[in-house]
């Protein structure tokens, strides 16, 4: 867990009023605690309170990653396929003391599961976006941020630069979009975010 951020993000829930946030799989779930995870038919959630540690509903299948993450044993909910997910929904409420509590959850992410869950074992829990908590936090990039982006555009001009000479007439864009993957994997990139897009211009539009 990035100490820092979670100093920052604590300030800006005050800062809006909020009791905490709880953030789903995604970059700023990762953003904050460096735990990557995606959104399945297995729920996780991150809970961000105010005015204490974090703790998650996650499956237990991934739990040490929340271990690896530094929150504490007593706050992880971890449910295995077996048991199902609705008792550490039900625990998490519960310690969590979530009933008459104001929760940024993030609008565009959270899904009916999560939200019907929690309103089943928190009665009287209030939902807000927590949009303006995060984007607030995030304008402002720490030093790990700017040498991440610079080492992303290092690894891109790379890429570009391996790859325009091995494109061909007659390729098409398919074909030199995996290219594009290839390279920019050869030089450092991590894995593919969100894809990369190859368009010819009309006049020129490959086959």
Not at 97 to 110: C, P
Not at 147 to 154: I, L, P, S, W
Request: charged share 25%; net charge negative; with cysteine.
């Amino acid at each position: 867990m990035n100490q820092e951020r979670l100093r920052r993000v604590r300030e800006e829930i005050l800062a809006n009023g909020f009791d905490g946030i709880a953030l789903m799989p995604g970059p700023n779930m990762q953003y904050l605690s460096g735990i990557r995870s995606h959104i399945s038919e297995r729920p996780v959630i991150l809970f961000v309170p105010a005015d204490d540690d974090p703790a998650i509903i996650i499956p237990s299948l991934e739990a040490a990653k929340a271990l690896q993450a530094g929150i504490p044993k007593d706050r992880i909910f971890d449910w295995s396929d077996e048991e199902g997910y609705t008792g550490a929904f039900q625990g998490a409420c519960a310690h969590l003391e979530l009933s008459d509590y104001l929760l940024g959850v993030e609008s565009l992410h959270m899904r009916l599961l999560e939200l019907e869950l929690l309103q089943r074992y928190a009665p009287g829990l209030t939902l807000a976006h927590a949009e303006p908590v995060m984007t607030a936090l995030r304008l402002t990039k720490d030093i790990s941020e700017l040498g991440a982006m610079q080492k992303a555009v290092a690894v891109a001009e790379k890429a570009m630069e391996a790859l325009l000479p091995r494109i061909e007439i007659g390729m098409t864009e398919k074909t030199i979009a995996v290219m594009l993957l290839e390279e920019l994997v050869k030089a450092g990139g991590d894995f593919d975010v969100f894809g990369p897009v190859v368009r010819a211009p009309r006049s020129q539009r490959f086959t």
